[in-house]
């Protein structure tokens, strides 16, 4: 059974940082891409930072890029967010995900076919 553990997340003042993990079992996702989904109240899920199994390549929103960043340690099977200068707006759960897909579908939600529970983030102002 594969399944996604996201840990870190919490409540930090406007300015700060949070440092998020995702730790995967039942399957390595060494060979495929992962991402970070955010999902606040009365929005859709989206896109926070994806990386590709190598960890060359990596995308960002652009209203995380510069702030944010993403990367992997596959011999652990697990991915980080590194969040920096965190605003009030960044308040949201936010989801890891496993895609089974290439690296061009980095940005899109449907090619993720294993998500985590989910880690709480508040920024306040």
């Known amino acids: 059974q594969v399944q996604l553990v996201e840990s870190g997340g919490g409540l930090v003042q406007a300015g700060g940082s949070l440092s998020l993990s995702c730790a995967a079992s039942g399957r390595t996702f060494s060979r495929y891409p992962m991402g970070w989904f955010r999902q606040a109240p009365g929005n859709e899920r989206e896109f926070v930072a994806g990386?590709?199994?190598?960890?060359?390549?990596?995308s960002y929103a652009s209203s995380v890029k510069g702030r944010f960043t993403i990367s992997r340690d596959n011999a652990k099977n697990t991915v980080y967010l590194q969040m920096n200068s965190l605003k009030p707006e960044d308040t949201a759960v936010y989801y890891c995900?496993?895609?089974?897909?290439?690296?061009?579908?980095?940005?899109?939600?449907?090619?993720?076919?294993?998500w985590g529970q989910g880690t709480q983030v508040t920024v306040s102002s």
């Open positions: 995900a496993a895609s089974l897909l290439g690296t061009a579908t980095i940005g899109r939600a449907d090619a993720y076919a294993y």
């Open positions: 990386i590709n199994w190598s960890g060359e390549v990596t």
